[in-house]
């Protein structure tokens, strides 16, 4: 990895941004066709500080287990689990993925980068519990949360969570679930040893060149201009493929790239913050993954959370995150990225999601004037005997939420993750957040399935991706037997057993 060799003239496959996206894709190219060029150019000086970095993010493995805004309710009273089989089966690809580069040898130590953490769900009040029990029931229906385990027993709760049960009022009726798969993930880590692995393979890394400029030629190819930000030289590199896996820089460049599949859309940027524990004692009481339900208006990223993270092989304890406004679309990035990111292609779907998202809008100057004392408060819903010495503020990263055309309102805002397309195939941008990073694997393949320049059809057939993904184009919801193959194997192979 360099920020001072020269870039290749050219290039198949240039990944613009050093986070988890990009690793995840190059490692796919690399291990389908390995022949395929590949070079990444990140602007900062190391890969995966920005939203993959482990304190930017949540580190959950995002598999619906304790996640509530998974689950819609629904107005007559049921519970949606569509969404949330959907995403345990996108992270599902991933574990097999992690897998099996670690049967190849390719993957040394899975645990620098995931470990079994119980992911839980926990309520109180008796309306929440009563919601939380009907969750439990519908998503005991899939074979995927069978193993899911509900309790309104305060005693039960209390062997599960001691930390949130001390001092707790025992007339208030109390409930949870536990999932004891659940896993906590360092994305920078496994970031890091993806691209150190894409290095070893003779792929260029190129940290601190930021690209200026890109122009589509001809016979579907890009030029495009990359500037070494430590020498401010630019030069230009053709390629075949370009992948915008940048975070929120994103959206910049596929506005800059003027393919017509990127007109109308726009970004709305939200800033992350956590209370960060300091106290080892504390961090200690408490070894789970514990979500509750969100407050009215507030984003799915903002789903409160006491979050127990393994980071360089050391505990700690963070709690919420918080959100706030900001006009920056990445943490590094610059006040003048969301004003800089309209224009006439997009004005309109700007206006009309600010207009139907006013509750957002609120929520937001809600968080943005909290005190530290306001945060300590919230965090008292989980820890009653929380000390605002034990605990300070940590910035966590931007999540550039997208805004979509609408035909009715003008823009739609949303909080998926999303890859927007050339017709072609010669281009494609990722835009979004959660549950991103955890189901980076799926969003990769695909985008490889819709047919990328770089790959024969033998390449990308589902036949050469089930030697990488068990699981892939089958669905372990309705085979039950896979998913226990898969899930024993996968266990076995990252050391979650």
């Not at 690399?30 to 920005?50: G, H, M, N, Q």
């Not at 707790?168 to 994305?187: H, Q």
């Not at 999601?353 to 937001?364: R, S």
Request: with cysteine; proline share 5%.
């Amino acid at each position: 990895m360099s920020e001072v060799a020269a870039l290749p003239a050219e290039t198949d496959v240039l990944l613009v941004g050093a986070g988890i996206m990009s690793a995840t894709l190059g490692t796919l190219l690399k291990t389908l066709a390995p022949s395929v060029r590949v070079t990444v150019v990140e602007a900062l000086d190391r890969p995966a500080i920005e939203s993959s970095d482990a304190w930017n993010n949540a580190g959950t493995g995002h598999a619906a287990l304790c996640e509530l805004n998974y689950t819609a309710e629904q107005p007559d009273g049921t519970i949606a689990i569509d969404r949330a089989i959907k995403i345990n089966e996108q992270f599902q690809h991933s574990r097999q993925f992690w897998a099996s580069l670690v049967e190849r040898g390719l993957l040394a130590d899975p645990k620098q980068f995931i470990n079994r953490i119980p992911h839980m769900s926990f309520v109180h009040g008796a309306e929440a519990v009563d919601f939380l029990r009907r969750r439990f029931a519908a998503m005991q229906v899939s074979p995927l949360f069978r193993s899911m385990q509900f309790s309104d027993d305060a005693a039960k709760v209390r062997e599960w969570i001691p930390l949130m049960m001390n001092s707790r009022d025992a007339s208030e009726p109390v409930a949870a679930t536990r999932s004891e798969e659940g896993t906590d993930l360092n994305f920078g880590a496994l970031t890091r040893l993806l691209l150190g692995l894409l290095y070893e393979q003779g792929s260029g890394i190129y940290t601190r060149h930021k690209v200026t400029d890109l122009t589509r030629l001809p016979d579907n190819r890009w030029y495009v201009e990359v500037e070494n930000l430590a020498t401010k030289k630019r030069t230009r590199i053709t390629t075949r493929f370009v992948f915008l896996g940048a975070g929120g820089g994103a959206l910049p460049l596929l506005q800059q790239s003027g393919i017509p599949e990127g007109r109308g859309y726009g970004g709305f940027p939200v800033s992350g913050q956590w209370l960060r524990c300091t106290n080892r004692d504390v961090i200690e009481q408490h070894a789970a993954k514990v979500y509750g339900k969100p407050a009215l208006g507030a984003p799915p990223m903002s789903v409160p959370h006491l979050d127990t993270r393994v980071i360089d092989g050391k505990r700690e304890l963070l709690f919420g995150p918080f959100a706030g406004f900001t006009t920056k679309f990445l943490k590094t990035g610059s006040f003048l990225d969301l004003p800089g990111s309209i224009g006439t292609g997009n004005l309109i779907s700007m206006l009309g999601a600010g207009a139907t998202n006013l509750e957002l809008t609120k929520y937001l100057i809600g968080q943005v004037m909290q005190s530290q004392e306001d945060r300590i408060n919230a965090l008292r819903e989980f820890v009653p005997t929380a000390r605002g010495e034990d605990w300070v503020l940590e910035i966590a990263g931007q999540r550039v939420q997208i805004i979509k055309p609408d035909p009715k309102a003008g823009g739609k805002l949303e909080f998926g993750t999303e890859i927007v397309r050339s017709a072609d195939g010669s281009l494609a941008a990722l835009l979004g957040a959660s549950p991103g990073a955890s189901t980076a694997v799926s969003i990769m393949l695909e985008l490889i399935a819709k047919g990328l320049p770089v790959l024969s059809a033998t390449e990308s057939s589902a036949d050469r991706i089930r030697d990488l993904v068990p699981s892939y184009g089958r669905s372990m919801n309705t085979e039950p037997e896979l998913l226990t193959q898969m899930t024993a194997e996968t266990s076995r192979l990252l050391q979650l057993a």
